[in-house]
């Protein structure tokens, strides 16, 4: 069902738009959950908050209380809208789990926001979703021609219905039912009345991990930063293909698919995860530190300083800076007060090169030879503005290094990333990138060089350790939608008006 | 599912009150629906405005253009969220339907505004009803068990999922199964690709009638004042057990139910039908004269003047003071800026008799012998206070004559009223209610006296022409849901927290 | 100053319009004050919102308490924007001023919402006006030339600037002196630190009423209703030219202006005060019966029914048909749910005869001979819609009355009018309006007819008893700032880009 | 006055707070102007944009067009506020000047936004003001006694009255009067219709430079920043006590003034400015590091990392650590998505340590001794909260190094600044603040080594090369309104209910 959310923010003016917009990958979801804590929802506002990073279009929270199901969801950021007395009591309860949502196609509305909420013949049942599922559309259209009505054009409802149509006769046993039928990437956190459920896909793409606080409440979520905020300690990632179930006596815990390799997604290394949140034990900074060293090993230039594109550009090139023994230098400001849109500048503004975001700092760029760093490049918009902001205030060679392999490829694994021929590297030679960009060189870690900086020899071939198709094309699941004709991809005949 | 929306009409405070509330019983809806006409959305918007006195909570339109179905939904007035262009403009195609609601419980939310709409297999299909299901939550918990997942608590999801399950082939056999298994009381119009369809209930209890714009667009709506509007002709009342289909060849009509004696609402012509609509071919503004005027024949008094409560009696008051031949008199004005809540006054200015929604007329009253003419009596709450207001003004006596008969049993077919104890007539004798109301004398029409008004001898006590089950407690349809436990009543474990 | 407020009450976009847009002349201001008494606030509340029909774009309150003064203003309606703890807590103190306002330009935004305040070198005071100074861009002028700062485009103003700048010692002096420069007509409620003041220009063209609550609190407003909303005891009308001061000592009052016959508006009776006020101790809804009661001896009429334009139209219309023996009925119904503006309608759509606002009740017109009753004719275009309605539904003749005389000149005292060149009177005879109006006839009571049903004989000519300038021309002041320069009548440099 | 705005940037709920808050000084104000150029406004909006850390309550534009002045102002960020077609449209013309606010209370509301407007006698003048009169109750207090009226509690406002009032003939004239009469620390720029100026104050406190655009349009800013996003050069600082108008006809320059030292504030360049903005001619961002450096020739240790408290003590930790020898590492993640509250936490939850702002990286940090470098410490309340922090993520020893003396005095010159007895350094001894900060050490580099940093030799005590009364408690100019009794200070007796 796709009705009209009236919502308190309001979509900007079809004349704005940001000339700076961002051209990186963007992880779509994080996910949290609690049981058995006096402060669920506090506990779930505080976690979603630090997972913020990791979508920004909305979130929502779903806690369960004496019998009761209680859910709260709003547009924007956690700590604009759950940030109230009120909300927080609107979410009573020891369990609570949550959900922040990064949107695609920007908008698409409250009915698509989780976490989604089912009456199942067994009781109330609430679920989380960081992923995509790559058959959702082909299950979608079975479960509506057996009767079923989909509210949301969200995959993850796909889950629900599966849940729900299942003959297995306990609810554990439907959610793996399910999830033998959906194939893709997946990282769930579920509720029901007297369990919490935290479960990832066999390849383990999407990351999940799992915490305790004060000896007694488990918590699931997405990354490590999310248990540090509250205090909780981290006990261990959820493994790939395990379905942890937290209930009153303790936790369970199953591996109901076939075994496999696992395959987490490499690009949480280099852009998702936070600085300071660990990915499968290791310190995500400590492992962009490593890339920038690795970066630095295969290219090799005698340069006065290194200047990270702000902000995710800095621990590659703190890590850069200290293998080269190069100063690191501040060399591009950025404002901390951009909005997501701005006023579309007449021509005449836009020719003047507009800087909304960043400015360079001329009196450390004059003169000099500089190694500007950055983590990927998409689209190569930002990549464009950003060498000629620093060769505009003097710097006499500029040098983009680039602490991932080319991103030729894109996503289906619950990672907003643009089609194919519009992704640079795709269409060009790296040579053809260097001149597009106008900088004096460009350089790009090699594949081995960043599976070296997660701890690897190199890059496994014959089994790669990690999901790298955006850099290799190889897609570790079957793309079962993708093949599927267009009008087939559409998911509901009704058009939200104002998506 | 029961999320949480954000909506701009905000809750006011609890610490609001109306000291005046509205002691009516309350029309639930009114629906609309429109085939064939290239302004299908403005018309739907002027239809549903002029239906708004049938449910003021909020309103919505589906719309069908090129294959898509486009809905818009908000809470409050459709003059207050309907009269922009972008809305209309969000709304393309020749056909749509409409539906505005009154809300029982005060803020359930945009969730449960209607048109409901579903991707079913055989296309989308959007669905508008006024009425009630009195099995709604017995076919409910059926469904569920089946696998079906409800996105509302509104009885009327009910019958989407009927449709949606349905082993007929075409989708009019389908909806034609789905009104089989349902009880109570109903007035649907519902939208698919290629059809608009209008249906009544067996026993026609909630009206629905048929107009014609312009020779060639088919209208469906709840009251012909929605016709009136938009200049469209009246062409007769949708039968009770007819399913009407209209499609580009034109009208197509069939009866699926067994022949019944129909029932229609009497109350429609009480107070819940605007006095410029005709019911059944017959002018509710003459009915309610009709009332008075037996009123009058009924309970004579040598009063010196007549005055309504305003606005509902007056059309009775008109009629009384005609039959009387006693002068008509505002004696009571209307402050027609009072919105729906209202500081709640201290103790001191409770006191002082706040008069936020009416004040009486002292010139007029002082002195003199006052027939005040209400509609009807639900609690007595606003009784108590008028009757009170009058005397205060200087009326030497205070009759309170009553345009319909005691008020005993609660309505389940679509009309907001009070359980039977907190209806003032199922627990005081005439007399009793005069005395607490503090009237010198309170008069009813009798029963008869109100079949008489509306054109029959009298109340066919064998097979009553009408559906009077408030006045008679002989309700025409199995209450199935009411004979279900207090804990099978919940409809939904989610409890929406805004509520 | 003029500055851009972001209210939230957010303006109605351009598409829009009111096909039925309201043809009246509409009073522009209401006034309350309240000393003494534990509630001043929650008074002033009620008090303004019983005069909501005299100003309903903003309304603002100023209370004092413990040698603070507080201000809470809001654009929209008293019951929709006071209605809350917060904002009545807000506004502490025994002592409270308040403001309703009609903006004539439809927007001009919240620094001119009254009451006024200004940090006198005597102390806090502030000031609410109903009325209009004629002469205020001359002493604008004259200020601004001497270095005073202007903060509203609101002639009222110019009178605080003058008792900040008057040379007399004491405030209840410095206000006298204000006063006497002032031309035109106006009532003041002022409050200070230790007095609540009610003032009544020389002519009394403007109302202004005494009260008494629990015989301890003096209170001040437009009109007696409201007195009556919070059970305040009538005293009596403050008197044109006097200025009347509450201190804790008591009432005091003075006449400090040359001895004159007074000239209250008479349009108070015919259109802007509440039926159920009291005007000059006499009550408007018997004035009004009264007046229809003229035009019935003036205007004879074998017609079937009296119908009135509602609401204002009613009380005339049952005055006429008692007088004339013709039956009284709603032969036009009225939606109530009518917002301010609504879509534009295309064409197509404006060409049936869109009908937001009324719906002619067919059953009661059909074949009959009509005779409508209006208060007041003002362009006109309201009258051409409903005299068409009414003949469409089916009435063989269609006589339209109106129970004032014709408004042949604009006003310049506080009420919005048309300019002298858009009153359809100024340009039309009689008979050439009833044809451009579409009527078979129409008949305007006399002025003398008018004079009578307000008590008197009949207009003396040398010395109207009333100011009637609207329907006579003759303006019983000068009109000073009327002759100045269209370049001089810009109230400010500072373009307001919302109003 | 002083009345209640409805602004639509709600309040937060007093429940809420911020554990982490800011605790830095704030300037309060960044200006700009410029004239003669097409698109003034949006040159306006982007040079205000690029000032938002100088002021993030509340920002204000003022246009002149065709005779007509217009003005835009809002609560909130500027690009979340001005980023609007219809925004930049209700500001039309060839000049402009813009306003961006810090609030000293939190919601002072629209009233007190700048800049400034009045219709003076010669016409309309707008002015914006960065800094603070120390005189300007004294003044406010003299001119009220002539009448003056005062529309907002801002001290800018007097310098309005003292022009309206000044008897000189000219703008310029009046507006060089009033600055004579004025005391304290200002950057004014000041609209008329005719031309543009820019002043500031005799010692120079507060920063204003000169831009120029496309070679005909001069621009004045607060820093160099705001010329740089929209490609205009910089031409130079306005000079201490110079008064710059451009005009049509070019740049005029006077220096009404007798001469003095300049004593421009040194806190500009430890904080306040942004780090690639020039001030007096030098890189912030350069004087910065050399802090740093300053810093670690001053406080040697043989530590494992500097870590920077992000973000203002990042350029001053690179600093150290290059001069150190010691490698930089981000030791502390910020989170991006911090709004400015959030829920209170319960006490549980508070126990927890919430960390809303910050997280350690505890792999950095792990077993090491951590140089922490931060700008300033003003109350303390984040240091502790940081040391712990640190400490807690497994720090062997944490040092807290600071890029400035220690901060014993308040600011009265127009930057928000706690009480003397508020700052930590006015009441503890160095060593008294590292105990109760918590950490191994506290080095405060030294007011001669802060002078080395930005180019002298060292402070002359004679006759201080800068302002650096927060240091030193000598302050530049008198405090007139300080020795006022604390009954005068109240500006208004109007209390804003929402302030």
């Known amino acids: ?19 700076f917009d961002d051209d990186k990958f963007h992880d779509e979801c994080g996910v949290f959950g609690v049981f058995n804590t006096p402060e669920a929802s506090t506990h779930s506002v505080l976690g979603l908050h630090s997972l913020q990073h990791r979508g920004q279009e909305a979130a929502g929270i779903v806690s369960f209380d004496k019998g009761q199901f209680f859910s709260y969801k709003s547009l924007g950021h956690v700590a604009d809208n759950f940030n109230t007395q009120p909300v927080i009591e609107s979410l009573p309860g020891n369990s609570a789990i949550g959900h922040v949502r990064y949107s695609t196609s920007g908008g698409a509305g409250l009915r698509n926001v989780q976490p989604l909420f089912a009456d199942l013949a067994s009781g109330g049942f609430a679920v989380a979703h960081n992923g995509n599922l790559t ?47 959906i194939e893709g990437a997946f990282a769930f956190v579920a509720l029901s009345e007297d369990c919490l459920i935290g479960a990832r896909d066999p390849l383990g793409v999407r990351p999940l991990v799992l915490g305790l606080l004060n000896d007694e409440s488990y918590i699931f979520a997405s990354e490590t930063c999310a ?45 998702f995860s936070r600085p300071d949140s660990l990915t499968g034990g290791t310190s995500v900074y400590k492992v962009r530190k490593n890339i920038g060293r690795e970066l630095a090993k295969e290219c090799k230039l005698n340069a006065d300083l290194v200047v990270p594109v702000p902000d995710s550009g800095v621990p590659a090139a703190i890590g850069y800076a200290q293998e080269a023994g190069i100063p690191f230098e501040l060399g591009i400001i950025r404002n901390h007060y951009v909005g997501r849109t701005f006023i579309e500048p007449s021509d005449t503004i836009r020719h003047l090169g507009v800087k909304l975001k960043h400015n360079a700092n001329r009196g450390e760029l004059d003169g000099k030879i500089v190694v500007l760093v950055d983590d990927s490049i998409v689209r190569g918009t930002t990549s464009v503005k950003i060498v000629d902001m620093v060769r505009q205030a003097g710097a006499k060679e500029v040098h983009m290094y680039i602490a991932s392999p080319p991103t030729t490829d894109p996503c289906y694994y619950g990672v907003d990333t643009p089609d194919k021929d519009k992704l640079l590297a795709s269409n060009m030679t790296i040579d053809e990138m260097a001149t597009h960009i106008g900088a004096d060189s460009l350089k790009f870690i090699s594949i081995d060089g960043l599976y070296r900086a997660v701890g690897e020899k190199g890059r496994d071939k014959a089994c790669p350790q990690y999901c790298d198709a955006c850099f290799s094309g190889e897609y570790p699941t079957p793309l079962t939608d993708n093949n599927a004709s267009d009008d087939d991809k559409q998911f509901s005949l009704l058009t939200d008006s104002r998506a």
Chains 1, 2, 3, 4 share one sequence.
Not at 169 to 178: E, G, M, T, V
Not at 238 to 263: C, D, M, Y
């Open 1 to 19: 069902m796709t009705d009209h959310i009236n919502s308190s923010n309001s979509t900007p003016s079809p004349l704005t738009t940001n000339p």
């Open 227 to 271: 248990l540090d905020i509250i205090g909780a300690e981290y006990v261990r990632d959820v493994e790939p293909g395990e379905v942890v179930t937290i209930t009153k006596k303790g936790l369970n815990s199953v591996k109901p698919f076939p075994e496999q390799s696992a395959r987490p997604c490499i690009f949480e290394h280099v852009y």
């Open 135 to 181: 058959n959702a559309l082909t299950l979608r259209r079975q479960l509506v021609d057996k009767g079923a009505i989909f509210q949301s054009t969200s995959d993850s409802e796909v889950v629900i219905h599966l849940i729900a149509t299942s003959t297995y006769l306990n609810l554990q046993d439907k959610f793996i039912d399910a999830m033998r039928r």
